[in-house]
Each structure stands twice: as C-alpha cells, then as structure tokens.
Antibody
Framework: EVQLVESGGGLVQPGGSLRLSCAAS????????LSWVRQAPGKGLEWVSG????????FYADSVKGRFTISRDNSMNTLFLQLNGLRAEDTAVYYC????????????????WGQGTLVTVSS | QSALTQPASVSGSPGQSITISCTGT?????????VSWYQQHSGKAPKFVIY???NRPSGVSNRFSGSKSGNTASLTISGLQAEDEADYYC??????????FGGGTKLTVL
C-alpha cells in the first residue's frame, strides 16, 4: 500500500522552529517529487514547498521563502520540512503529498496524501 | 501568487449535475495543462479526482469530468450523490515554478 505518514507537529512559540517529517512506503521514493501543502483551521489548501525526485531542485511559496527549508533523504524514504521563524499565520495542518508522474514533473498532480500533522504557533 | 478563483459554494439535488469553475491567469491555468481537482471531506485529507485538466484517476467515478477554456477550468459532477458533498479545490502549476490552489468550493447535496 502506498502511504505517507507525517510527524513532528506540535505547539511552538512565535519565532520558534520545528522540523516535520514524512515517512513514505509502498513506492519507489527516489522516483517522485514531493510537496508540502498546509491548511489553516477552517481555511483552504495552500501549497508550501516542493522538491524534485533527486532533491536537487527545491521550490517555495513566497509566504515561506527564507524561513522554511524542504529536503529529502532518499536512503531513508523520508521527506522533511524545517520551519524557522514561525508566525501565528503558519498555524495549520501540514500534509505531505506525492507527485503522480515520476521524475519529469514536480507539482502537477498529487495522487497520494498523508493524514497531516498539526502545527500550532502560539504564545 | 494569488489563489485561483472558485465560487464559495454550489448546490444541487441528487441526480442533477453541477459545475465548479476555477479562474486563473495566463501564467497558471491558461498557460499549462496541469490543472487538478481535489475532493476533501470534513476532517479528511484531500483526494484527487481529476488531473491534467480532464484525466480521471483509476477508481474515480466517471461522473467526475474536467475541462478548460482559456484561463478557466471547470469540474463537472453528474448524477449527484449524497457522498459527493465535500469541499473541492482546483490547483494549477504556474510559470513561477510553484503551485497555486483555488480558494475551495463547498458542494451541498440538497
């Protein structure tokens, strides 16, 4: 079964940091680009960041550029998101998502999603 | 990058058809055939129902179809069923090498 499982969410103070992880199974991890998508409470989906299959290319939404860093470890089948300089508006459920088309596409269609991990930024 | 524009809500009776629009610009929807649609039931992760404008993933009902004209993409659900009641989001790849979602549409089955 193809599966993504996020972890690492929690309560953090404004200005703090957090590292999210997404463990993958059931597919050839190193063949697919991955992304992080977040959803603030009661709000819509917002794409946050993406990374190519090799990890050599990274992409960010303007709202997180310079504060968040996406990375992946293909030997561990794990995707990461380092969140620094957190703000109240970063409070959301963070989903990792797998690109449907291997290798040549980065953010066109997400066919597998994790269950999400909640990040709450509050003092 | 501004969010794609979707109606906040649509509704229909069982058996009817509804269409949800998704309007962007020539830098996203109009410039690429990488438009996807996602269904999200309350408290659940999104599930993709259409990709590359009009392709349906295996396992998704053929009652779901997609199209695009210019800068506007559309999702049509025919033969509405109670289980279709959910939030729907469109997304598009952009010329800035990012992804943008629509604001979401709440579908109510009357």
């Amino acid at each position: 079964e193809v599966q993504l499982v996020e972890s690492g969410g929690g309560l953090v103070q404004p200005g703090g940091s957090l590292r999210l992880s997404c463990a993958a199974s059931g597919f050839t991890f190193s063949n697919y680009a991955l992304s992080w998508v977040r959803q603030a409470p009661g709000k819509g989906l917002e794409w946050v960041s993406g990374v190519s299959d090799s990890g050599g290319l990274t992409f960010y939404a303007d709202s997180v550029k310079g504060r968040f860093t996406i990375s992946r470890d293909n030997s561990m089948n794990t995707l990461f998101l380092q969140l620094n300089g957190l703000r109240a508006e970063d409070t959301a459920v963070y989903y990792c998502a797998k690109e449907k088309v291997p290798t040549i596409r980065y953010m066109s269609a997400f066919d597998v999603w994790g269950q999400g991990t909640l990040v709450t930024v509050s003092s | 990058q501004s969010a794609l524009t979707q109606p906040a809500s649509v509704s229909g009776s069982p058996g009817q058809s509804i269409t949800i629009s998704c309007t962007g610009t020539s830098s996203d929807v109009g410039g690429f055939n990488f438009v996807s649609w996602y269904q999200q039931h309350s408290g659940k992760a999104p599930k993709f129902v259409i990709y590359d404008v009009n392709n349906r993933p295996s396992g998704v009902s053929n009652r779901f179809s997609g199209s695009k004209s210019g800068n506007t993409a559309s999702l049509t659900i025919s033969g509405l069923q109670a289980e279709d009641e959910a939030d729907y989001y469109c997304s598009s790849y952009t010329s800035s090498r990012t992804l943008v979602f629509g604001g979401g549409t709440k579908l109510t089955v009357l």
